[in-house]
């Protein structure tokens, strides 16, 4: 079966970039997408089609794929967007809806 | 306001049975596309299944597929989760999430409901 690989965690001090990846066979050829899990709280969208942000979300929210690997970018992380964060993306052999297994990003 | 509710979370002994509703308001629900995703305690999401806007077209995870049963039904704007012999692993909070799709741009869970908790246990 597909699977995204992420980072259990990233730490980055407030002003920083943080970087988180999502690494997976085949990237190229699907998009990725990024949700943002706060504590307590239901997901998120923040990126969606590897690099677009929806309406709402801040400027600082990026997103890349180079095809090896994708990247969601925070530039200038703040202290709000401490949270869970998830890569998603769809294993096309079987039409499955695969998320990465999450990352805790900490603002401190 | 977009609004999906869901309710019939519970107590449940194993080999159990549950159905779950998602109540959709805010949005024309015959339109969408939608999914059911949990998330056990402390841990990551994981998609359960999906149907189509029509209910001709869905799909299950390999770990509920022929014990999870998704529907529809567009004239009340509500999905559903039929889940039989439940286990203990099936503990989670369960959220439907809707895609968005139009000319050509494809979202999927561009909106969640706030979830319900499965507790499967004797």
């Known amino acids: 079966s597909y699977e995204l690989t992420q980072p259990p965690s990233v730490s980055v001090s407030p002003g920083q970039t943080a970087r988180i990846t999502c690494s997976g066979d085949a990237l190229t050829e699907k998009y990725i997408y990024w949700y943002q899990q706060k504590s307590g709280q239901a997901p998120v969208l923040v990126i969606y089609e590897d690099s677009k942000r929806p309406s709402g979300i801040p400027e600082r929210f990026s997103g890349s794929n180079s095809g090896t690997m994708a990247t969601l970018s925070i530039s200038g992380a703040q202290v709000e967007d401490e949270a869970d964060y998830y890569c998603?993306?769809?294993?096309?052999?079987?039409?499955?809806?695969?998320f990465g297994g999450g990352t805790k990003l900490t603002v401190l | 306001e977009v609004q999906l509710v869901e309710s019939g979370g519970g107590l449940v002994q194993p080999g159990g049975s549950l159905r779950l509703s998602c109540a959709a308001s805010g949005f024309t629900f015959r339109s969408y596309e939608m999914n059911w995703v949990r998330q056990a305690p402390g841990k990551g999401l994981e998609w359960v299944s999906y149907i189509s806007t029509s209910g001709n077209i869905i799909y299950y995870a390999d770990s509920v597929k022929g014990r999870f049963t998704i529907s529809r039904d567009n004239a009340k704007n509500s999905l559903y989760l039929q889940m039989n012999s439940l286990r203990a692993e099936d503990t989670a909070v369960y959220y439907c999430?809707?895609?968005?799709?139009?000319?050509?741009?494809?979202?999927?869970?561009?909106?969640w409901g706030q979830g319900t908790l499965v507790t499967v246990s004797s």
């Open positions: 998603y993306s769809t294993d096309i052999s079987n039409n499955h809806k695969v």
């Open positions: 999430a809707r895609d968005f799709s139009v000319r050509g741009v494809s979202i999927p869970f561009d909106f």
